[in-house]
């Protein structure tokens, strides 16, 4: 891909727009699909929980989510308005139990202590105030509530020809020092490997992940 190309797509992950945007969240559900499904798992959601989605794209996966527990809620946040439109109309099925809400990236549009568990995939990178935000997610978070955080591997991301443009990448151990400097103070890290196909191109990678279990 060229340059110019590159800078599009980076874009488009931080901020999927118009009909690139929609192709581009199709592409990021498939792509990050067992990153997605590894945190779901990790959440252990249980009936009756609210969950909090921070940058749910086009949310295919949803019916995934409803499906583990007895009358839960969730409710996804989004900073593009291209994925909130496209996460309604794909998920017009589950209109009863999912909401979706803009949002500017900084400040969560809820009241204090309101989600039983949270997560979000592949978002930090694009963290203005990462600690600012981490103590914005404790702060809607329950009591004895679980948040995970899924990321690549700076490794990992720093070989992908996009991630020079707007992307701050994190260690494990960059991440733990960060979460450190927050609220939250009980962490525990799971990292995963996988061979997945490149968003910039037709050829396989091997990516290496982290899965972030947090607890207040």
Do not use: C
């Not at 999927?16 to 590894?38: D, H, R, W």
């Not at 295919?60 to 946040?77: C, D, E, P, Q």
């Not at 549009?109 to 203005?128: G, L, R, S």
């Not at 690549?152 to 979460?179: A, D, H, R």
């Amino acid at each position: 891909m060229e340059k110019d190309e590159l800078k599009i797509l980076a874009q488009n992950l931080a901020n999927p727009q118009g009909e690139k945007g929609i192709e581009i969240g199709e592409m990021m559900n498939a792509t990050n699909i067992s990153m997605t499904m590894e945190s779901i798992k990790t959440l252990l959601i249980e009936d009756d929980e609210h969950i909090l989605e921070i940058g749910h794209g086009n949310a295919g996966h949803l019916k995934n989510i409803l499906s583990r527990a007895r009358n839960l809620k969730y409710t996804g946040v989004d900073i593009s308005e291209t994925m909130y439109n496209e996460a309604r109309k794909l998920n017009k099925d589950f209109e009863s139990q999912a909401d979706f809400v803009l949002y500017e990236g900084k400040k969560l549009p809820f009241e204090d202590k309101i989600f039983d568990k949270i997560f979000t995939v592949n978002t930090v990178y694009f963290w203005e105030n990462p600690v600012d935000f981490l103590n914005e997610i404790y702060r809607v978070l329950k009591k004895d509530g679980t948040f995970v955080l899924t990321f690549g591997q700076k490794k990992f991301m720093q070989t992908l020809p996009f991630t020079e443009y707007n992307f701050t990448m994190y260690s494990n151990s960059e991440m733990e020092q960060l979460v450190s400097e927050s609220h939250f103070k009980r962490m525990k890290i799971s990292e995963k490997e996988e061979d997945i196909q490149s968003k910039a191109g037709n050829e396989t990678i091997h990516r290496i992940y982290t899965v972030l279990t947090i607890k207040k």
